[in-house]
């Protein structure tokens, strides 16, 4: 990757920075790295590998320091709205996991570049997967900053190991400091209105963070970190697919799949007379045998994109229906085994098989 500094840093800087991330929802330990000497240390991006040419959109990336005592640094990449950035609202931007990376956003769900599926590689970068820009991103309207949280995820790092020790409450302060620390280096954006958004596990994240600044409990709000920066222009929050709480989360997915009619009017009747949503302590027989019958009719079908063929385990990295009983469960307290999967994981093989199979024509169709 190809950068200079930010403006009034001084002089020109190459560097290079692995894009290409194999473990997206992954945590990286190592605590080898020299750390920045500021608190806040951004570059401009104008060349990735794989990509042709300069990128036509905007790209800076940077660390900010959220915790001194252990040296965590959080990663960001900041791409301004091609439309009109001082104008244009903020969006923070966090992936789910807990632990994925922001690059997970950035090429495959809302940001302004994709893995090209088909042509591979790109030659000319030594055969690495070629990227190429996409006008289907929320930055033609909007500033993103796409944050690597928690430590550990993507490339944020702390110095001493005892930092990556972390948690929902810590995440969601580091996150606070972040956009302090942020907004402090970046004034001209503080009147833009900012929005805090993020998608899976986000959903216990983001909305946290939005309470503390509009309560105006947070050290942004009152001004603590940085001074007498003013209040930020905080309208809302998005989020996608959120995780709220397993004992709604879980069963909400009975009602959507009879609203999507993949169990008919009698399965989902018999379901909502014998199971109590909330609670799995005293699950009755029927409830149990409702469960069942809503299991059958779902096993052979991708939860996580209907509309997708459900390939088999070994053309998709993950199996994730293998735990579709259980997420079914009616309220059961069970921890999220895996972060939902994106498009980008289904195979192009297992698509054109599911194409090219023998009534698929017939079945569109009708």
């Not at 959507?256 to 909330?278: N, P, Q, R, T």
């Amino acid at each position: 990757m190809r950068g200079t500094r930010s403006p009034g840093a001084g002089g020109e800087l190459r560097w290079w920075l692995p894009v290409v991330v194999f473990v997206l929802c992954g945590h990286f330990l190592s605590s080898s790295s020299s750390p920045p000497v500021a608190d806040v240390e951004e570059r401009v991006v104008t060349h990735l590998p794989g990509f042709h040419g300069p990128l036509p959109f905007s790209l800076q990336t940077g660390y900010v320091e959220v915790e001194e005592r252990h040296g965590v640094r959080l990663f960001y990449y900041f791409i301004r709205s091609e439309r009109s950035p001082a104008d244009d609202p903020i969006v923070l931007w966090l992936s789910g996991g807990p632990g994925c990376s922001a690059f997970t956003a950035l090429v495959y769900q809302i940001g302004p570049l994709r893995f090209e599926l088909h042509g591979h590689t790109h030659t000319d970068d030594g055969g690495l997967p070629k990227l190429v820009y996409t006008s289907e991103s929320w930055t033609k309207v909007s500033n993103i900053i796409f944050l690597d949280s928690p430590v550990g995820a993507g490339f944020s790092y702390s110095v001493t190991e005892q930092g990556y020790a972390t948690s929902d409450t810590k995440a969601v302060d580091h996150i606070l400091i972040f956009l302090s620390k942020w907004f402090h280096e970046h004034p001209e954006f503080l009147s833009n209105p900012l929005y805090i958004g993020g998608d899976s596990y986000a959903g216990i994240i983001v909305p946290t963070v939005t309470s503390a600044i509009a309560s105006g409990t947070s050290a942004i709000a009152s001004g603590k970190l940085t001074g007498s920066e003013p209040a930020l222009n905080l309208k809302g929050y998005i989020v996608g697919n959120p995780v709220t709480d397993a004992n709604f989360d879980n069963p909400s997915r009975i009602p959507f799949a009879h609203g999507m009619g993949l169990i008919s009017d009698e399965i989902y009747e018999a379901y909502k007379k014998s199971c109590v949503v909330g609670d799995s302590s005293h699950r009755s027989f029927q409830c149990t045998n409702s469960l069942d019958a809503i299991y059958e009719r779902l096993k052979d079908i991708f939860l996580f994109h209907i509309l997708e063929p459900l390939c088999p385990d070994d053309e998709s990295p993950h199996p994730y229906n293998n735990v579709l009983k259980m997420k079914l469960s009616s309220g059961v307290q069970h921890g999220y085994a895996a972060e939902e999967p994106h498009l980008s994981y289904i195979s192009t093989k297992c698509r054109v098989s599911y194409i090219d199979a023998p009534g698929y024509g017939q079945t569109m169709t009708q």
